[in-house]
């Protein structure tokens, strides 16, 4: 048994691990280096370009069933992760380098994985599976365009700037997690009402990066917006967002700042760290002279500068089966966030369906779609059922059937349905010896 992945991010590997795990020779095709795509500079694969973040790791969160699902499966990226951790309060975030190290060895180290460092420029014969990412290369995305009969949807992505710790003004600061989940994980950086108001003047007034004609009607996906963008929405949109004071008591003064931006530990050394939910399409010039009108980060000395860039994604809904496979040609299967699944583990998690179904053609069987009571039933159900105004989605509860019973109380619903997922899944597995 044969088959090809094309891309080494989250999706390709886990689809190619899969595979390789169940007696499938697979070609694992990744152009770096012979070729990056404006967001990558590492030569591993799985390399994280946005925050270092895969969200939180509590089975009763959406996040968390989906990883508790993912590693009922044996993902690969969610053991790497696991090793690879740093702090951060109820989530699962990574030492990026690490990590992509880590996915890097264990990928290359599997017997039935062939590993071709070159860009591929046609869509092979025989079972393939497409994990380009929504950065696929302009001749790659070509011959996708040529396959699907039409072209792709574009949004934008950004990421967030990086800061040494050591930079960070310790007296201007204090550690603590929202609602003490976790410790001293975050690094909060308090305004005061004044101190807010000239930073959000600032932040409208500030001029951003050129874009390419391109690009100026891309569509701008929500958790993902650009701060600068968010903020022009109005004064208050920060506050009730990514500045929201909720949860945090400030010991220097006893209360709740007026606003708060936090600070994630980025690598295993808790030199660096991210600012949450602060991608940004502004120059270099004015991210430094803006952000840094923060107190805490007057000083601040930012190894990465935030960046933006196009990501393009398919009609799902009328191009993809929910197992990812082409209506039109069902060797070939997609996968990653070009699917239109949105998120580090979502796109892990296409990556990991693609396989299983693909080992199944191989072996002269159709995969059955997963239960809709877990979390990769919802999403697979998602991208591909019939929708006129299609959006890349995260994983959520909202998509999800509801329970029998009404249960008002939403702790107790959500534990509900994370044990339901995984008493689903489980059966799925045994009934179809995955």
């Known amino acids: ?11 390709g590997c886990e689809a190619a691990y899969y595979l390789a795990r169940h007696g499938v020779e ?17 030569e591993n694969f799985a390399e994280l370009v946005c925050s270092n973040s895969l969200k939180s790791d509590d089975p009763a969160t959406a996040s968390g069933m989906l990883k508790t699902e993912l590693r009922m499966l044996g993902s690969v990226v969610l053991s790497c992760a696991d090793v690879t951790s740093v702090p951060a309060g109820g989530a699962l975030a990574v030492d990026r380098e690490a990590f992509a190290a880590e996915v890097t060895k264990r990928v290359s180290a599997c017997g039935n994985i062939k590993v071709v460092r070159r860009e591929a420029l046609e869509i092979p014969d025989g079972e393939v599976i497409i994990a380009t990412g929504p950065l696929t290369s302009d001749a790659m995305a070509r011959r996708i365009e040529a396959l ?38 975050y690094i909060n950086c308090p305004l005061t009402k004044d101190e807010y108001e000239a930073f959000w003047r600032e932040l409208v007034a500030a001029e951003t990066a ?33 500045l929201k004071p909720v949860g945090l008591v400030d010991p220097a003064t006893g209360r709740r700042p007026y606003a708060v931006l936090q600070l994630r530990q980025d690598n295993a050394d808790g030199t660096l760290y991210n ?10 010039g004015e991210q430094k002279r803006v952000f840094s009108m923060i107190p805490a980060l007057a000083n601040a000395e930012f190894v990465r500068y935030g960046v933006m860039h196009r990501n393009t994604y398919l009609d799902s809904p009328r191009l993809l089966d929910y197992d990812f496979s082409l209506k039109s040609d069902p060797r070939i299967y997609f996968a990653g966030q ?18 299983v179904a693909c080992l199944k053609r191989l072996k002269g069987e159709k995969l059955p779609p997963f239960p809709r009571e ?15 105004d299609f959006q890349p989605m995260n994983i959520n509860f909202g998509i999800l059937p509801d329970t029998e019973e009404r249960i008002r109380d939403k702790k107790e619903k959500r534990r509900r349905l994370t044990e339901r997922s995984a008493a689903a899944l489980r059966l799925y597995i045994s009934e179809n010896e995955i």
């Not at 048994?1 to 999706?11: D, E, S």
């Not at 109005?234 to 990514?242: E, S, V």
């Not at 600012?275 to 270099?284: D, H, R, S, Y």
């Not at 949105?342 to 990991?352: D, F, N, P, V």
């Open 210 to 242: 050129p874009l390419h004609e391109f690009e100026k009607e891309c569509k701008v996906f929500e958790s993902c917006m650009p701060v600068e963008i968010a903020a022009k929405r109005g004064p208050d949109t920060l506050r009730f967002g990514i």
């Open 1 to 11: 048994m044969k088959a090809t992945v094309i891309g080494a991010g989250l999706a």
């Open 148 to 185: 699907t009969g039409g072209e792709g949807l574009h949004f934008f992505d950004a990421a967030s700037p990086i800061v040494t710790a050591e930079s960070v003004n310790a007296s201007k600061s204090f550690r603590l997690a929202r609602y003490g989940k976790g410790g001293d994980d």
């Open 26 to 42: 697979v070609e694992l095709w990744e152009m770096k280096p012979e070729r990056f795509s404006p967001a990558h500079t590492s």
């Open 374 to 388: 877990t979390g990769i039933g919802a999403l697979t159900a998602y991208i591909s059922s019939a929708n006129a």
């Open 275 to 284: 600012l949450v939910g602060f991608q940004t399409n502004l120059k270099f």
């Open 338 to 355: 070009m699917t239109g699944v949105e998120g580090y583990i979502e796109s892990a998690m296409s990556g990991l369906v693609a396989g």
